[in-house]
């Protein structure tokens, strides 16, 4: 894998432009406000439109609501069947010979996504671009403009690995686990419950931590803090390597900048609750608490 343990550079990424293997992706969504009356918190909207504003050359775009989640479910984003998302990547040509390369715009937090799910699936040749397009442009790098031209179709064939995923029940008898580290990648004042939510209940899982992605961040070049600084950041709240820790987040997105970091550290014992406080906090059999 080129990059550091599934982190690509710019400077690494453009000397692999055009090579035949590549398969470079462009994961944004963009949240918007819902309209009132909505049982959604906020409107999913991929971001083709910024794609076709201007790409990295030679990339295409994931659709990550309309093509790789469950659209049976109310849940924004939720992990769907293996066959649909075998089926989606290989539309895609991605296959088992390819280099994968996942950024977004704004945040990482989509393209750390799909890591995390191609990561599950067994498929582990694929890197996030640190910084994304934000400092793609930064450094005055070249743009591709218009609809995306695509790869080849191809067979994905999944290879599923099992612990990725966890549902409500698994983090309601984890909460009470002194081996388990419970985090929420959420910003500080939604952890706390000082602000109302756009899921629910304001609060958090009982028991959580809280380091938000956005703290795992550079604001202005969009890319990861120096690894010593996010070990710091998670050493404090008790994370450490002999801990399993569950990770949560509003739709399962952002806590997967968290995951990525710690996978990054040498932590294996990770999981996502894909539901995140889209599902907790509207359950209100669940317990939550604030400060």
């Known amino acids: 894998m080129s990059g550091q343990n599934g982190l690509i550079t710019s400077t690494e990424l453009a000397g692999l432009l055009g090579r035949p293997d590549l398969r470079l992706f462009d ?22 439109h910024t794609f076709e504003a201007g790409h990295i050359p030679g990339a295409d775009f994931l659709d990550l609501q309309g093509e790789f989640s469950d659209r049976s479910t109310t849940l924004h984003f939720m992990m769907p069947a293996i066959a649909q998302l075998e089926a989606a990547f290989g539309h895609h040509g991605v296959s088992a010979g390819n280099q994968v390369v996942l950024y977004s715009i704004g945040t990482p937090m989509w393209a750390t996504r799909f890591w995390w799910m191609l990561q599950s699936l067994g498929f582990a ?3 996030v671009l640190d910084g994304g397009l934000d400092t793609w442009k930064i450094e005055g790098r070249a743009i591709e403009t218009g609809p995306a031209k695509g790869y080849p179709s191809a067979t994905f064939t999944a290879k599923p690995k099992p612990g990725y995923f966890v549902g409500k029940n698994d983090v309601l008898a984890a909460k009470d686990d002194r081996s388990t580290v419970i985090v929420n990648a959420l910003g500080p004042q939604f952890h706390r419950g000082l602000e109302p939510s756009r899921y629910g209940r304001p609060g958090r899982v009982p028991g959580s931590c809280n380091v938000s992605a956005a703290t795992l961040l550079d604001p202005q070049t969009k890319a990861f803090v120096p690894l010593a600084d996010a070990e710091a950041k998670f050493a404090a709240q008790g994370i450490t390597k002999d801990k399993r820790v569950v990770a949560y987040c509003g739709g399962g997105i952002s806590a997967t900048v968290d995951l990525f970091l710690l996978h990054r550290l040498g932590h294996r014992d990770l999981t996502l609750y894909d539901g995140s406080m889209g599902e907790w906090a509207k359950d209100a059999s669940l317990p939550i608490e604030t400060d």
């Open 27 to 48: 994961c944004t969504t963009y949240l918007e406000p819902a309209p009132a009356g909505s049982e959604h918190p906020y409107v999913a909207v991929p971001g083709r």
């Open 125 to 127: 040749n694929a890197s």
